[in-house]
């Protein structure tokens, strides 16, 4: 392995330890808590250090976010993967996506609700994002005319669902029921 090779491993193994430490305390404490200082503090980095592999704290939020967005794209899949038929994959995916929601809030908030710049259907869109929407797609996709607007469709309503479901607005008991009418409106009657 020649000097430039190690030099890239040992830049990605810095930057996986600081975006692991900000989901950890984001996890633990909330995103408030993290901070360039309290990273650096944490892997024993300076905050130059930081900087050298992060522009700002949003960029280090941004790099959780994609992380995650690569997380539930294979969440999804796996979902999708265990039905027998569409209408189960599109029930199995919804309620892998909300289960996704629930059990990592801090990183749920960072991909969905934080200023990250991260951007969907752009020419620009990060691969991780693009995966996550095609994750979601393949799902809608059969029998449908318009996959792109009814993959939108179908995760804006996920995406509000999880967002009451978190904030304890809606009953959790009703979830498997609100699923079944999202997807029955998909797929029709």
């Known amino acids: 392995m020649g000097i430039a090779e190690r030099k890239g491993r040992e830049r990605a193994e ?12 984001a996890e633990n404490e909330g995103w408030s808590a993290v901070t360039i200082r309290r990273l650096a503090d944490e892997i ?39 039905s027998i038929d569409h209408q189960g994959a599109l029930e199995s995916v ?3 996506y909300l289960a996704f929601a629930r059990a990592h809030p801090a990183l749920y908030e960072a991909m969905f609700t934080m200023a990250t710049g991260l951007r969907f ?10 995966d996550a929407f095609a994750a979601l797609a393949a799902a809608v996709g059969p029998a449908r005319t318009d996959v792109e607007v009814a993959t939108e469709t179908f995760w804006a309503a996920l995406h509000g669902l999880a967002d009451l479901e978190r904030s304890g607005r809606i009953r959790q008991g009703a979830r498997a029921e609100r699923v079944r009418l999202v997807v029955n409106c998909l797929v029709g009657p």
Request: proline share 3%.
């Open 121 to 130: 259907a752009e020419a620009d869109t990060r691969p991780e994002l693009k």
């Open 44 to 82: 024993e980095y300076s905050q130059p250090v930081l900087y050298a592999h992060f522009e700002n704290r949003d960029a280090i939020v941004a790099a959780v976010a994609v992380e995650g967005f690569g997380e539930l794209a294979a969440a999804l899949r796996q979902a999708a993967h265990e």
């Open 14 to 25: 810095r930057e996986q330890r600081i975006t692991a430490a900000a989901r950890l305390i």
């Open 94 to 96: 919804a309620m892998a």
